[in-house]
């Protein structure tokens, strides 16, 4: 095993399964059957650009594990969505799907581009010929893919649409789609809300009163913006925020409606009155009671951890603590929240999308937050309930719970 100080993503992630099918005491045979990738593919994108040119991009689908249900996960576009960083996350949906419950395995697929520099007609034709690449794969009973960091509704749209050119009308091939697509109400901030919930418990076991709570949110995408607003509704004071370009802080707080403004005008939170400009190692490095990390993996390590004033980290984003980085806050006594708990809220409303396109039964906005809330309030329980009965950390249980019910799933179904 890696250096904790050097792990890869996968490593990371698989450093952690280790860990917990050593506590379980899972036989080694089974531990090798839910460990690796029932299938990888690789595939090439040509696409002709704007300026005639003939790029080709490389993609990839990583189907983890289906023993409780169809391969889950979204699609990202990104310059390092490798095949390691796809495969990493593709095992974190597998014990996160296992961890809140609901009947999805796990997935993941990825591109390697550059959204922000490619026009729409660029990012569409990008999007149906990698669909068309991975169709034979991915299917409402097989593989449901989902936005994922640069891609959005738009892009599942396009995809449900180059899916149906073979395979006929089926909106439930992937969610988060637009709602006049047969996308669920709730689902653009259902991560973001799911944060904001776990949060809410987690303080409570604390003893931190939300309205006297500060949160700092490095990135201010669909997850970070919706968890600064959720944070807000329920009396936390968000004293900061970023993107890539950098940060904006005010210790009174910042105003997020004129701030949602600025950044729609501008396309940055860079810039925005009445606050002062910061960069990122300053906001991650900010005395606060909640630090959400919402952006990429890595952010948080075991070079800067020692440097972390936050009382609690609330992993928005995947794997942005490392386990060098964890182990460095966990000495500091600083908790830590980890992503397949905290983020979970995406997938759970893409599982009510996915239910109600099956169904052709549309859901309405209570229904679905109810469930929402049920869900990673029961999750939420069930990690902590046994964090403190094992002296472990959250992570640990959350580990645990999560490769206990996959590995009981595959038991139960009979070996090979």
Known sequence: MANLKEMSPFEAVTYYFDQACDRLVIREEVRDLICTSDREMRVEVPVRMDNGDLEVFIGYRVQHNNCRGPYKGGVRYHPEADEEEVRALASLMTWKTALVGIPFGGAKGGVQCDPQGMSPRELQTLTRRFTRSISQIIGVNDDIPAPDVGTNSQTMAWMM???????????????GKPLELGGSVGREQATGRGVSLIINEAAKDLGIPMENSKCAIQGFGNVGSWTAWYLSEIGSTVIAVSDVNGGVYNVQGLDLDQLKTHVENTGSVLGFNDAEAITNDELLEMECDFLVPAALGGAI????????????????????????????????????????????????VSYFEWVQNIQRFPWNLDRVNNALEEIMIRAYREVQTMTVRDNITYRDAAFSIAVGRVAQALELQGLP
């Open 161 to 175: 649409s180059a899916y149906a050119e073979e395979h006929g009308y089926s909106p439930g091939v992937v969610t």
């Open 301 to 348: 390590n075991s070079g800067n951890a020692s440097k972390i004033r936050a009382r609690m980290v609330v992993e928005g984003a995947n794997n942005p603590v490392t386990p060098g980085g964890e182990m460095i806050l966990n000495d500091q006594g600083v908790t830590c929240l980890p992503d397949l708990l905290v983020n979970a809220g995406g997938v759970t």
